[in-house]
């Protein structure tokens, strides 16, 4: 009685195990080429920091055109990556994988680099947008 018993949970085991591989080699083939033909859309705000003008749109657009790397190389748009300006926001669209994160590394690189780094946070307006914002000042520092 008790050897047949391990012996069917031997099998039920095997019997699992055996099927894991085939659903686990179905997901990321499927999730491939959905990303290959997506294109993702970002848009950048820069619009409270070019009304007090110490922020450039112009050369902001410029920093993300020559520092995008695509497929591990700088100045490789190649199509697959388009940059445009459109009054003080930068729009960003690529083709495949690519992250808003890097977006945002890139940003604050770019903040950093021009010394605004101290006035200005990137933030995550929506899902596709990010927005420069001054940090908000206590009004008790400015009563002293």
Partial sequence: GS????????????SAVAAAPKVVKKGPKTAKKG???STKKFTIDCTPAVEQEI??????EKYLHDHVKVAGKTNNLSGKVTIT???????V???GTFSKRYL????????KKKNVRDFL???ASNASTYQLRFFK????????
């Fill in 35 to 37: 990303k290959k033909t």
């Fill in 121 to 123: 946070h990137v933030v």
């Fill in 3 to 14: 050897s047949s018993n391990s012996r069917l949970f031997l099998n039920t085991k095997m």
């Fill in 137 to 144: 000042i206590d009004s008790a520092e400015d009563a002293e």
């Fill in 85 to 91: 300006r459109d009054g003080s926001k930068i729009n």
């Fill in 93 to 95: 669209s690529a083709e």
């Fill in 55 to 60: 922020f450039d749109t112009a050369g902001f």
């Fill in 104 to 111: 945002k590394y890139l940003t604050k690189r770019y903040l």
